[in-house]
């Protein structure tokens, strides 16, 4: 029993209450924070004041200094009267003139000037002091009369004094009537908290084990005493919980022990009544045997689940060689399953350890095993798998069973719990209900997670993910020795590498797949093409824009390039992962080795795959060598071959890297490359500007290469460097290789080009050619890298048969980080065609990009299609073109948008989120909301639009720019969209 008890404890004085201290605490804030306001009021009006005063006596100055200027020679006497009595009749009390030579000397001074004080520094420049109750300020006149140079003017503070005192005694009764009010107010205060507070102590007296429903007010305020009763409410909905859960379990296990033991007190009962034969006695016994193993068993898995749930020390806590577990568990099982008619067999099985309690990892193998041979039928298949996807390692136990109903797989892990499912279809098959408890306590005590995947009539999946550990020497040598694990494991990877292969030929696409060709520019704007509008002829782009399909409402899945290939490759918003923004040279790969990836599933399907170009998505784990073998790399997420730059053109290290190694890399001139710290001495960019070719405008100043200052510190690797002019001939002739080798055979080709990302330097047969700069130049040789890859597909006949897609990572900029002229020289043309802003912005100029679809056997030429198309949708659209299935929770925001992107449909999505630097927003057919925060609003570095607290509504089909917000006109909108975006952060967008 819970102990609960209604004896409310007697209150002691009251200064030793709660309401009185705080009440006492609120008053001396008040106070202070009154006192501090007054004081500062006073001084801030008696600085006014005085501020004043010297603007007075600084304007008598000069106009005593135009009196001196206009004062002819013989004039002198006059002008002495005239300023005697301008002093008598001053507003100012004690107001006198001074006349000084250049050496501040005294000349002469009205009648009532005050003789001794400190000189004041001689400036041009009046400064005011204080002396002896008067101020006083010098002044320099611009033309000498008698020797005058300097002209000192002072006045009495009186005046001023006698404002202050007149303050000062209205701040004393304010004073006064703050120490007043002030208790007052702590009183009110404290006795607001009290109130909750005796509120809970009442509510807490009222509280029994069976009467649980008491629950504290919530005021709506939204503050620290309402947080604190959500938070007791919630305790209370917990501890009301708790006690079903017992009521439930000791309910549960009294049924569950009841049952062999009536069997057990029925079969002896039979026993005693009457002769029977031997053999009755004997079937009688067996009986009784069989219910007391299920009541042992029973009783050990209360046990266990008792033990787990202790949460044994890490302390004590061992290395395990779960890959061995592994094996072993199936080696135990095998018997079993074979006598059930269910094949069983060990997947993937890697070598990987974790520190545990054997004991208790054997019990967890041991019973998703039980469970998966139990509940599945004859003729099913069992796979247990062991994968390492750092830094865990996943524990998989599949079968091919009855499966599990989506509503019993949220209280699968539950004591006692049977799916009925299992049970309707697995007849004369049975358990205590404790073993996935028992299984989940074990992991979470472990540091782990389990997961349960299932489809009813396709079977069920158990994951185990749990902590890696660092393998230690001893365990390592362990293994030395145990040939028959060292056995299995090569037998267990052959049948592995042979069911793959066998499996990749049976899956060969049919010649209706086609193959797969993605051409990804750097921060090309939807107006930087000439079929688009704009002034930079761009023939090659045109003509696959005629001969498929050109969509004017596509979209990359955020403003900027690391984010955007994230989407696309993984059919996954990049919000979703942390650590996916705008990636350094040196980043470690972010999407994790395993993932299914665009081109994983293609390869599914029997695609070779590979990238060329920019890649900006990490590579390595830890710190780079880029002097070794990298890994992970492009290989590990689904690319077959590789020939990528790591980052950006603006990036060290400008090197290039072919299938996990640095091209060219020369072992006595070592890389190294460094974010956080100068590695060499070498000039920088920032230091030597004369040595560039290119200068920087900002943020580019580190490291030279190639006569262009990068972002980043590199050294070595002279050879393997490359030149940013044969940069776009270099990534033309890989992806020219590609499809060349791969002609005899289904490919996809991610063909992600550098230009026209910063630095833009374009080969010299097209400087100057374009007559918009070096950016328009840069889209100029875009153009013609399109042009050598599709002319690859046409002398290779491959044309008819291979997607062709052309599309952006994000919208355009101009001033990226190098004075280019992108500015001075852009002319007429316009970058980002109809929409507002560009690259980092969350307006349409920073997404909507150019997106055109080539397919002359499946897509009709020369149309256009205003279907709402996202980036993020390729994985999940290419994978059904291919047939191939995506597993369950992978590409969790792809939907598959097939019919869009072949023309068949001219809506496209229902709505799409961009995210990126600053506010997320949500598009629909029509409609856009943009979420509260700033961003850029422009083509060039500058300060940022707020978009307010409320967000902002634009209506696309009226008001293509986004220049009136409709945010208070639609509010009902506004509130559905901002629902729909807030939603969509928290549940994969899929369906």
Not at 625 to 645: L, T, Y
Not at 842 to 868: D, H, K, S
Not at 870 to 889: F, K, M, R
Request: proline share 5%; aromatic share 6%; with cysteine.
């Amino acid at each position: 029993m819970l102990g609960f008890s209604n004896k409310r404890q007697p209150i002691g004085p009251v200064w030793r209450t709660l309401r009185f201290r705080l009440a006492v605490w609120n008053a001396l804030a008040v106070i202070l924070t009154a006192l501090v306001t007054l004081i500062g009021l006073r001084q801030g009006v008696s600085w006014a004041l005085v501020r004043e005063l010297d603007q007075v006596l600084l304007d008598d100055a000069r106009d005593v200094g135009q009196m001196i200027s206009a004062t002819p020679a013989d004039g002198v006497t006059q002008l002495q009267g005239n300023l005697n009595r301008m002093a008598e009749s001053h507003e100012h009390r004690g107001w006198y003139v001074k006349l000084l030579d250049a050496d501040a000397k005294e000349l002469w001074a009205t009648k009532n000037a005050r003789p001794q004080f400190p000189r004041p520094n001689i400036e041009r420049d009046r400064t005011p002091i204080t002396f002896e109750g008067y101020r006083i300020v010098q002044y320099q006149v611009d033309a000498k009369i008698a020797e005058v140079s300097y002209i000192r003017v002072g006045a009495t503070l009186d005046r001023i004094d006698e404002d202050m005192a007149r303050i000062d005694r209205w701040v004393l009764l304010a004073a006064g009537a703050v120490l007043l009010v002030a208790p007052l107010c702590g009183y009110w205060l404290a006795s607001r908290a009290a109130e909750t507070i005796g509120e809970i102590i009442t509510t807490a007296s009222r509280l029994r084990p069976s009467h649980l429903e008491e629950r504290l007010s919530i005021r709506g305020s939204g503050d620290e005493l309402d947080q604190l009763a959500e938070t007791i409410n919630s305790l209370l909905d917990r501890i009301a919980a708790y006690l079903n859960i017992k009521r439930d379990f000791l309910a549960n296990a009294a049924h569950e022990l009841r049952t062999p033991l009536a069997a057990i007190r029925s079969s002896v009962e039979v026993a005693l009544n009457g002769e029977r034969s031997p053999e009755e006695y004997e079937e009688l016994m067996v009986d009784v045997i069989e219910e007391c193993g299920a009541l042992e068993a029973l009783v050990n898995q209360l046990l266990l689940l008792s033990e787990t749930e202790a949460e044994l020390p890490a302390a004590k806590f061992e290395q395990v060689d779960l890959n061995e577990l592994a094996l072993k568990a199936v080696d135990m099982f095998s018997g079993v399953a074979e006598a059930r008619g269910v094949k069983l067999r060990a997947g993937r099985v890697d070598y990987a350890a974790v520190n545990g309690n054997r004991g208790h990892l054997r019990q967890v193998l041991n019973n998703l095993l039980d469970n998966a041979v139990k509940y599945t039928p004859v003729g099913g298949d069992v796979k247990v798998e062991v994968i390492v996807d750092a830094p865990v390692v996943r524990l998989r136990v599949a079968d091919t069973g009855a499966g599990i109903s989506a509503e019993e797989q949220r209280h699968i892990f539950q004591r006692f719990f049977r799916a009925e499912s299992a049970r309707t279809r697995s007849p004369g098959v049975g358990g205590t209900g404790l073993g996935l408890s028992i299984c989940q306590s074990v992991v979470h005590n472990h540091g782990g997670e389990i997961d349960c995947q299932s489809v009813i009539d396709r079977g069920t999946t158990f994951t185990v993910s749990l902590p890696l550990a660092e393998v230690s020497p001893a365990l390592g040598k362990s293994f030395e020795g145990t040939g028959m694990t060292r056995l299995a494991s090569w037998l267990i990877a052959a049948l592995a590498t042979a069911a793959t292969a066998s499996g990749a030929c049976a899956q060969t696409p049919a010649p209706s797949h086609p193959n797969s060709v993605l051409i990804y520019a750097d921060d090309l704007g939807y107006g930087d093409v000439s079929c688009h509008g704009g002034a930079i002829p761009t023939p090659n782009i045109d003509e696959l824009a005629r001969q498929g399909l050109n969509f004017t409402d596509a979209h990359a899945s955020a403003p900027t390039c690391t984010p955007s290939r994230f989407a696309l490759l993984t059919g996954q918003y990049a919000f979703r992962q942390q650590g996916t923004g705008i990636l350094p040279g040196d980043a470690n790969l972010i999407i994790k080795p395993g993932t299914p990836t665009l081109p994983s599933l293609l390869q599914q399907a029997g695609y070779q795959t590979g990238v060329v170009g920019k890649w900006h998505l990490g590579l390595g784990a830890g710190k780079v060598n880029w002097n070794e073998p990298i890994k992970p790399s492009p290989a590990d997420v689904g690319f077959d071959e590789h020939f990528i730059i790591a980052a950006t053109g603006d990036r060290v290290p400008c090197v290039y890297v072919a299938d996990g190694r640095v091209v060219d890399a020369d072992p006595a001139d070592p890389i190294e490359v460094s974010y956080a710290e100068r590695i060499d001495a070498a000039p920088s960019g920032k230091e030597r500007p004369d040595l560039l070719k290119q200068r920087w405008s900002h943020g580019h100043d580190q490291s030279i290469v190639n006569g262009i200052s990068r972002i980043g510190w590199m050294t070595g690797g002279e050879k393997a460097r490359w030149i940013d002019e044969e940069m776009a001939d270099v990534l033309a002739a890989q992806g020219v290789k590609f499809i060349d080798e791969h002609r005899d055979e289904p490919f996809f080709l991610f063909f992600a080009t550098q230009d026209i990302h910063v630095p833009r330097v374009p080969h010299s047969r097209f400087a100057g050619k374009s007559g918009h700069g070096l950016r328009g130049d840069a889209i100029m040789q875009l153009d013609w890298t399109v042009g050598q890859v599709l002319e690859a597909l046409k002398k290779n006949d491959l044309e008819q048969k291979t997607l062709v897609i052309f599309t952006s990572d994000n919208g355009p900029v101009l001033d990226d980080g190098y004075h280019d002229q992108a500015n001075e020289l852009l002319g007429k043309h316009d970058p980002n065609g109809p929409w507002r802003a560009g690259k980092y912005s969350a307006f349409e100029g920073g997404t909507c990009v150019p997106f055109i679809v080539r397919w002359p056997e499946q897509v009709a030429a020369n149309q256009e299609t205003g279907a709402l198309f996202g980036q993020v949708d390729l994985a999940a659209s290419l994978a059904a073109l291919a047939g191939v299935e995506i597993p369950a929770g992978a590409c969790q925001d792809s939907r598959d948008e097939l019919d869009a992107l072949l023309g068949k449909d001219e809506t496209g999505r229902p709505h799409l989120v961009h995210e990126g630097r600053g506010p997320q927003a949500l598009r629909t057919a029509h409609w856009k909301f943009i979420a509260p925060g700033p961003t850029r609003d422009s083509l060039n570095p500058g300060p940022l639009t707020p978009i307010d607290k409320n967000g902002a509504l634009y209506n696309l089909q009226s008001d293509r720019d986004e220049s009136t917000n409709l945010i208070d006109d639609y509010p009902e909108q506004a509130a559905a969209m901002r629902k729909k975006l807030r939603a969509i952060a928290t549940t994969p967008d899929r369906e």
